[in-house]
């Protein structure tokens, strides 16, 4: 142990992502521990007894908690500043539970209509089978929000910038309708990460995040988390989610730890690599749109360079040629790969309308913006030049 302890709390972003939450064991392990067990045993019954009352704070079974899971836990939270974090078993356990544990029958639920395929079928065909009513706005129209949440709404959902159009929203507005009439503000943070973007800083009360994407990085592992109030955590997802079993394993949780350490670094890297792309496919041709929040062209530049430190590592654009030049763009890429995945080391690009947006039809499709040429690049670790080439050449081809 050491004796002199600093408060984390005081940390920059770098000593928090590398030594968060480290609960070392008594071997004194420079990494921290993987605790690959579901159970755990009880010298004394009165001790189980104890655990199972709540009077003492120990762990009693996988779905509940684990050691390595609980570090995952305590080092995202403290990145984010937030009071309490859960982990679970990927992004979408975290959407849901982070809705369902909070509505009920009756509700009303306002969300952003810019979404992931999977967040607007939650919102739009999922929530509703449980009575819950649902309004989609244009996440940029302040006017639309200010008409859609009433006195009756519970929850509004959103997620800034979203996928795959990279449109961003107003936090701080947004957050300050939602709390004038009462209704707690659920923000999906995925695209931004924690490195780039606070939400709770702007008044949102929930953050949801897949350890999936940039936590990992390097496309081993699911996971998820929601970041709340403490008393969220312990009043409403505590109920919800060890009953309903979205439990992270502590695997996956020892493998974004990992990914943790090195977040900063590479999302930093990731977000300049992403923004000189964005600037050399601007002057390409072929290329009739590129969509990058801190591109001069985005409608939303000046609110994203404001509410975001950096433009992110997604770049999105749209050849000239509909889906038939779209995939030829794909077919011709040499180092990029094919993939629906973002937030690699590994340069990512996927075509939203026939993969990630699929299921959601043409008419949502043509609602949220994303068109037939629409391509969705996630910007790697590679070398920027070597990108660059790629890119050029199998827009040439
Ligand atoms: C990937 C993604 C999710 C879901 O995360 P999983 O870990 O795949 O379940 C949710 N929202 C957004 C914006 C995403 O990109």
């Known amino acids: 142990m050491k004796k002199h302890k600093s408060d984390p709390s005081s940390w920059g972003d770098a000593t928090k992502l590398v030594r968060g939450g480290l609960d070392r064991s008594g071997h004194g392990e420079t990494s921290e521990a993987l605790y690959l067990n579901s159970g755990f045993v009880y010298d004394e019954p009165e001790t189980a007894e104890r655990r199972f009352s709540g009077e003492d704070s120990g762990y009693v079974y996988g779905r509940y908690g684990n050691p390595t899971v609980s570090m995952f836990e305590e080092r995202l939270a403290l990145l984010e500043g937030a009071e309490s974090c859960y982990g679970l078993a990927s992004g979408m356990a975290a959407v849901f539970g982070a809705l369902a544990c909070q509505l009920r029958a009756g509700d009303h639920l306002v969300s952003s209509k ?40 519970k929850c509004v959902f959103l997620e800034t910038p979203s996928n795959p159009t990279l449109e961003v929203i107003d936090l701080e507005a947004v957050c300050s309708i939602a709390k004038a009439k009462g ?29 999936t994407k940039h936590m ?20 409403l997802l505590k109920p919800f989610l060890r009953h309903t079993g979205p439990s992270i394993s502590p695997f996956n949780a020892w493998v974004l730890l990992k990914g943790l350490e090195t977040l900063k670094l590479r999302v930093e890297a990731q977000s300049h690599a992403a923004q000189q792309i964005a600037e050399v496919l601007s002057a390409t041709r072929g290329v009739s749109r590129v969509i990058y929040p801190h591109l001069d062209s985005h409608p939303q530049a000046a609110l994203s360079r404001k509410q975001m430190r950096l433009g992110g590592t997604m770049v999105t654009f749209e050849v000239e040629g509909g889906k038939a030049k779209a995939f030829d763009v794909l077919r011709h890429l040499g180092i990029i790969d094919i993939s629906n995945n973002l937030g690699d080391a590994k340069s990512l690009m996927t075509h939203p309308a026939s993969t990630t947006h699929r299921n959601i039809g043409a008419e949502a499709r043509a609602m949220m ?5 629409m391509l969705r690049l996630s910007v790697g670790l590679e070398d920027t030049d070597d990108l660059i080439a790629d890119l050029t050449q199998a827009l040439a081809a």
Do not use: H
Not at 123 to 152: C, H, N, Q
Not at 369 to 373: C, Q, Y
């Open 183 to 211: 209704a707690n503000v659920v923000v999906d943070n995925i695209f931004a990460t924690p490195i780039l973007q606070r939400p709770l800083s702007y008044g949102a009360d929930v953050i949801v995040y897949s350890g």
């Open 216 to 235: 990992d990085g390097q496309g081993r592992v699911l996971g998820g988390a929601i970041m709340s109030t403490r008393a969220f955590k312990d009043e």
């Open 369 to 373: 913006g994303i068109s037939d040429g």
């Open 114 to 153: 810019a979404l992931f395929g999977s967040c607007y079928q939650i919102v739009t065909s999922i929530l509703p089978r449980f009575g819950i009513r649902t309004t989609l706005v244009d996440g940029s129209d302040l006017k639309a929000w200010k008409e859609a949440i009433t006195a009756d709404t």
